[in-house]
């Protein structure tokens, strides 16, 4: 809306077209309205204005989003069988973020503290307006869905984004409050889903087995490019992204590696709540970039230099052990999953591995293809150790080749042997 010659002139989209038109009613922004007028170029000389509620606005909204046309026919950073059965879900989404920039609607943008949902969050930025913040957990917990209507839930028809993480039924009861106050949501994410939440989810686990590795940061950019983003600009973050969750489905180079490493680095000391503006002022000063690279690579290497190693050998299969107590601390870098990759991709070469490292209540899981060929899987092994080890182990998950146990504190070396048994017994 703006004021017009002392007059309430507002912007009216149908999808497809444009009009103006002024109205001395109170219209909120991202509204859902009819509007019944004679129709001049692109002006309505209005007759009626009604502001459409519940099943009117809804179907309204239905048609709007038909009508909008989006920049692809296909998948565009990546062609593969499982992007191409991936692509409704792809294109809807993209319908949806072309038709809540075109609304003007409020859209709040949550995205997983990591080199993934920052690349991830930097694309969907970039085709529609969003408030975003830095999400470190794993879950969509009731208490951040009350934090959240309590910030937007006054706001017309506001959509929510979860990027990167919140599909599994641990977010559900968070994600059930979001329903009940009318709010939208959309979930990206590439962790295994769980029963419930998958049906709500843009999720590759809903075409593949093996879908850990379309990472959320290539979800993100593959919708952004259907929106309308330059496919170069897009494709370098998608590399990016990929490189920072050691995926291999978008070739990615030293460059992409050195940005990833930063952007993690910067998560990691960084709280809940940050946000993008933050990432991009580091991203842009070559100075502090370098500065910060090197300080993160001298801090993995000296924290890996401190770590004694322990392997036990089951036929071909190596399980490579070590303990992260004295090593990692709560809130600093390295982090426990960086020390742990950093000690994997040294040993990579040494036939089927596993390699676990561990503190006083985690366990941080990396698996390499043959280990995976064998039939092992990181969240396949944290599903089986919740089973057998409930009264020890409170949670875990993760993807096929890399995830986390939580156990309870003080009996990190208790489930530690028995998965190392389990693992043996494969």
């Known amino acids: 809306m703006r004021y017009f010659s002392g007059k309430k002139e507002y912007t009216f989209i149908d999808g497809k077209n444009r009009y103006t038109f002024q109205s001395e009613t109170e219209i909120p922004q991202g509204s859902l309205v009819e509007v019944e007028g004679e129709i001049n170029g692109d002006v309505i000389n209005t007759s009626l204005v009604i502001i459409l509620e519940g099943k009117e606005a809804d179907d309204a909204y239905q048609k709007i989003k038909n009508n909008v046309q989006i920049g692809a026919d296909a998948p565009s950073l990546l062609k593969d069988e499982v992007t191409e059965k991936l692509w409704p879900q792809l294109k809807e989404a993209a319908r949806k973020l072309i038709c809540a920039r ?37 879950v969509y917990s009731v208490r951040d869905a009350l934090r959240d209507i309590s910030g937007i839930g006054q706001e017309t028809r506001p959509l929510i984004i979860l990027l990167d993480f919140g599909s599994s039924d641990q977010s559900l009861d968070g994600l059930k409050l979001l329903e ?38 290539y979800l993100a950019s593959e919708i952004a490019v259907a929106c309308g983003m330059e496919i170069e600009k897009a ?48 991203m842009d000063k070559a100075e502090l970039f370098y500065s910060i690279s090197n300080q993160a690579e001298e801090a ?10 322990k392997e036990t050998k089951e036929g071909d299969l190596n399980i490579v052990h070590f303990a992260l107590e004295n090593i990692v601390k ?30 006083e209540r985690t366990l941080i899981l990396r698996l390499n293809a043959e280990a995976e060929k064998m039939g092992l899987g990181a969240n396949l092994l944290a599903e089986e150790m919740q089973k057998c ?28 042997n028995q998965l190392i048994e389990k693992i043996k017994k494969n």
């Open 180 to 217: 009940a106050a009318g709010i939208e949501y959309m979930i990206i994410d590439h962790h295994p889903p769980g029963k419930e939440v998958a049906k709500r989810a843009i999720t590759p686990f809903s075409v593949t087995d093996n879908g850990s590795k379309y990472c959320a940061g």
């Open 102 to 138: 075109k609304l003007g609607r409020m859209v709040l943008l949550r995205f997983h503290g990591d080199a993934d949902g920052v690349c991830g969050a930097f694309a969907i930025n970039e085709v529609v307006r969003c408030k975003s913040y830095q999400q470190n957990a794993v």
């Open 330 to 359: 709560k809130g600093e870098w390295p982090p426990a999953g960086k020390i742990t990759t950093r000690i994997f991709e040294g040993k990579m070469n040494d036939g089927p591995l596993v390699v676990i490292g561990y503190n």
């Open 389 to 416: 080890m409930g009264d020890f182990v409170e949670g875990g998950g993760g993807h096929i080749r890399a995830g986390a146990i939580r156990g309870r504190e003080g009996f990190a070396k208790e489930v530690l």
């Open 235 to 282: 494709m370098g973050l998608a590399a990016t992204a990929c490189s920072g969750d050691k995926s291999n489905i978008i070739e990615h180079g030293e460059k992409e590696v050195k940005k990833a490493l930063v952007l993690d680095f910067l998560a990691a000391h960084t709280s809940f709540g940050n946000n993008l503006e933050f990432y991009k002022n580091v």
């Open 300 to 309: 993995i290497d000296e924290a890996v230099g401190k770590v004694r190693i």
